[in-house]
């Protein structure tokens, strides 16, 4: 155990923020630290936007769901899948990317470079005493959060993400069983195992939730996955990508 695996381990997503901005120099660290994540084959296929404009944190967060904490909080960022600036490489080299930028591959690679990239930055941030949360919800409606960044074709806003010093700090959600996750050598398909394990973490969560509400709920993990899974949510998602001329092929 070292100072870094205690910050990772430590991990939680923080909602109520203090009323204190990040510094021009942390955020520039943050970002740095997100710069510093691989990326395939050098291609660092994403752009983040960082937002400080009061009125646009209050907009995101009506189109995240009216998440109260996307509008309070020290810094919000918002990271992009991005093949516009290849684009913009082939006109230069006088090369046809098209096809290349166009592709499902490419797609891809975009959308796992922004999430290296995003965890960096969370663990950078996390590093630095302050809390962070994911926001998947700016996905709720693109086509309006791209007209508020101003991202041209070729670049999807994929999620935010909110920095700031915590005020309040919940206890730590207890993840799904290692033998759930770590497959060794090959993939594990006993059905009779995979019911063993989640009837398990059933009860792990369902006292959680108990313990953490007083008694007001103690839903199974798998029940409110399941329940979650059965309301078709973004299903917009397909053709909003390709009408931005990404993952065409």
Same mark, same amino acid.
């Given at each position: 155990?070292?100072?870094?695996?205690?910050?990772?381990?430590?991990?939680?997503?923080?909602?109520?923020?203090?009323?204190?901005?990040?510094?021009?120099?942390?955020?520039?660290?943050?970002?740095?630290?997100?710069?510093?994540?691989?990326?395939?084959?050098?291609?660092?296929? $994403?752009?983040?936007?960082?937002?400080?404009?009061?009125?646009?944190?209050?907009?995101?967060?009506?189109l995240a769901g009216n998440q109260a904490y996307v509008a309070q909080n020290g810094h919000l960022f918002v990271f992009c899948a991005d093949l516009s =600036?290849?684009?913009?490489?082939?006109?230069?080299?006088?090369?046809?990317?098209?096809?290349?930028?166009?592709?499902?591959?490419?797609?891809?690679?975009?959308?796992?470079?922004?999430?290296?990239?995003?965890?960096?930055?969370?663990?950078?941030?996390?590093?630095?005493?302050?809390?962070?949360? $994911?926001?998947?919800?700016?996905?709720?409606?693109?086509?309006?959060?791209?007209?508020?960044?101003?991202?041209?074709? =070729?670049?999807? &806003?994929?999620?935010?993400?909110?920095?700031?010093? &915590?005020?309040?700090?919940?206890?730590?959600?207890p993840r799904l069983p290692f033998e759930h996750i770590y497959h060794e050598d090959e993939y594990e398909q006993d059905k009779d195992t995979y019911l =063993?394990?989640?009837?398990? $973490?059933?009860?792990?969560?369902?006292? $959680?939730?108990?313990? =953490?509400?007083?008694?007001?709920?103690?839903?199974?993990?798998?029940?409110?996955?399941?329940?979650?899974?059965?309301?078709?949510t973004r299903m917009y998602m397909k053709e909003f990508v390709q009408k931005n001329k990404m993952n065409l092929r």
């Open positions: 155990m070292n100072e870094m695996i205690s910050t990772i381990l430590n991990h939680r997503s923080i909602r109520d923020f203090k009323d204190k901005q990040l510094s021009d120099e942390q955020i520039k660290t943050i970002v740095s630290c997100a710069q510093a994540a691989s990326t395939s084959s050098f291609i660092q296929a $994403y752009s983040i936007i960082g937002i400080k404009n009061k009125d646009k944190k209050q907009k995101l967060a009506e =600036r290849h684009e913009f490489i082939g006109e230069m080299e006088g090369k046809d990317v098209q096809a290349s930028i166009e592709s499902t591959e490419k797609f891809m690679v975009a959308v796992i470079d922004a999430s290296l990239a995003a965890q960096n930055a969370a663990i950078a941030a996390e590093s630095l005493g302050l809390g962070i949360c $994911y926001i998947g919800g700016i996905r709720n409606n693109l086509q309006a959060v791209q007209e508020l960044l101003k991202t041209p074709e =070729r670049v999807i &806003p994929l999620f935010g993400m909110t920095v700031g010093y &915590p005020e309040k700090i919940n206890d730590q959600k =063993r394990q989640l009837q398990e $973490y059933n009860q792990v969560i369902s006292s $959680y939730y108990e313990e =953490r509400t007083g008694g007001k709920r103690k839903d199974r993990w798998s029940e409110q996955m399941a329940n979650m899974l059965e309301k078709q």
